[in-house]
């Protein structure tokens, strides 16, 4: 087989492969085996079409195949006799009867990115799952975007899938309040996996686009599956808005460009439209906004400012403060107190980052010591200010912002 031959392979699998895992965990209700089903499929494409040619539906192919296959599994386990005549309707193309839930949602894809991301599992173990599953990274990918080793990865990956087995979980979308509870769980694992492309927390790369691409695919997987939750949209839209300006945040060698000195010319106007959008639909719903409604709000003040000094700080300050109130944290008020300074000026802000010193999730955030470098910059007492960015400068594992910060400090030698 040619290198394009495979190539070719391997790009149509990487698109299908998570409604194919889907819809052979509704088979075989176990992700690890139906991920190893969906490789099986995988290979027989690779042996097969360069013989017989692409199959004009090739996703259609992979998914027959690993259907078949899944089959051929469950007749081979007498236990599992029963299920055989559900798995010969889902082979007729026979759709599954409906949730009695008034609210009930029927997709394989849904239900596996529920699985993943279940709360049975750690945040890092549901992150590399999903990675796996649905962003159809291999491990090797996902240990170079996270900075970790790959055997770690492959462990952490396995271990997840065993998990799932030995705690029996449900391959089913929840309804109600477990559903809530659930769909928390699945933006959070969405939203880490953009910040950590957005910002990469460790590493010599201040921006990791891959990783904010497949947190946006999954967001917009999300929002077709459920247009009924605001949240789904608000996180969207946060997305969007936020990798606008993926362009303006790093210089030509790399190195990061503070909001307020980005070339807003270079924000790209199609992903906020796509952003005011999102949270336009998000904004439909009754009742109160959720945190990721109120973060995509924030997004849109300052995607709506021409210039940077034209931002509605006194908007956003409001806006954390709705934010803090639906979701209390120390960073929530830490960016506050930013938006707060802004509005009010430094004296007023310092008053709040001085009263979260004491917060023990703080103690080793180096972004804490930064926003007051900035503020005491901003009110003339300059060492004080040298020595909180060499502070942040220690704390920080992320090799472009600890230059960005000692060039900070070394501005007030």
């Known amino acids: 087989m040619t290198a394009a031959a495979a190539g070719a392979v391997e790009a149509v699998f990487r698109i299908e492969s998570a409604r194919i895992i889907a819809g052979v965990t509704r088979i075989v209700r176990d992700v690890g085996i139906a991920e190893e089903i969906a490789q099986d ?34 007749r081979r386990k007498e236990t599992y006799a029963r299920k055989l005549a559900e798995v010969g309707r889902t082979l007729e193309d026979i759709p599954p009867p409906a949730p009695p839930e008034p609210d009930g949602i029927d997709d ?59 705690a029996a979980v449900p391959f089913e979308v929840p309804y109600g309040a477990d559903r809530a509870a659930r769909l928390a769980s699945v933006l959070e694992v969405v939203y880490l996996i953009f910040n950590e492309g957005y910002s ?34 608000g996180l969207t839209a ?7 300006r993926t362009a303006a945040r790093t210089g030509p060698d790399g190195e990061p460009v503070l909001l307020a000195d980005q070339r807003r010319t270079r924000w ?36 709506r400012a021409v210039r940077y000094e034209d931002t509605d700080w006194r908007t956003i300050a409001t806006l954390y403060g709705q ?22 000026g430094p004296a007023a802000a310092l008053a709040l980052v001085d009263a979260l010193a004491a917060e023990p999730a703080l103690k080793e955030y180096h972004l804490l010591p930064s926003v007051r470098g900035d503020l005491l910059a901003r009110l003339g007492r300059t060492a004080e200010a040298r020595a909180e960015f060499t502070r942040a400068a220690a704390l920080t594992s992320n090799a472009r912002e600890r230059e960005l910060l000692l060039a900070r400090a070394a501005a007030y030698d």
């Not at 040619?53 to 296959?69: E, F, I, S, Y």
């Not at 990274?137 to 271990?159: C, D, K, N, S």
């Not at 934010?323 to 009010?344: F, G, I, K, T, Y």
């Open 238 to 244: 946060l997305l969007e808005i936020q990798a606008s």
């Open 108 to 166: 394989d894809l849904l239900r596996l990115i529920f699985t993943a991301c279940h709360p049975v599992l750690s945040t890092r173990a549901r992150i590399a799952l999903t990675l796996r599953l649905l962003g159809g990274l291999t491990t090797g990918e996902i240990a170079r975007a996270f900075l970790a080793a790959e055997p770690a990865v492959a462990q952490r990956v396995v271990r997840a899938k065993r998990t799932l087995a030995k």
């Open 268 to 303: 790209n106007q199609s992903a906020i439209r796509r952003g005011f959008a999102a949270l336009a639909r998000a904004g439909t719903a009754e009742g109160a906004p959720g945190p990721y409604v109120l973060q995509a709000a924030i997004a849109a003040c300052h995607a």
């Open 323 to 344: 934010l803090a109130a639906q979701a209390p944290s120390p960073v929530v008020e830490l960016n506050r107190a930013v938006a707060v300074s802004m509005a009010d």
């Open 41 to 74: 499929a995988l290979v027989a494409a690779l042996e097969q079409w360069p013989e017989s040619g692409v199959p004009d539906n090739p996703g259609a192919w992979l998914m027959a195949t690993a259907k078949h296959r899944a089959i051929d599994l469950v």
């Open 200 to 233: 990469a927390t460790s590493g010599d790369d201040w921006l990791r686009p891959a990783l904010c691409e497949d947190a946006l695919r999954l967001a917009r997987v999300l929002t077709g599956l459920m247009p009924g939750e605001p949240e789904v949209h």
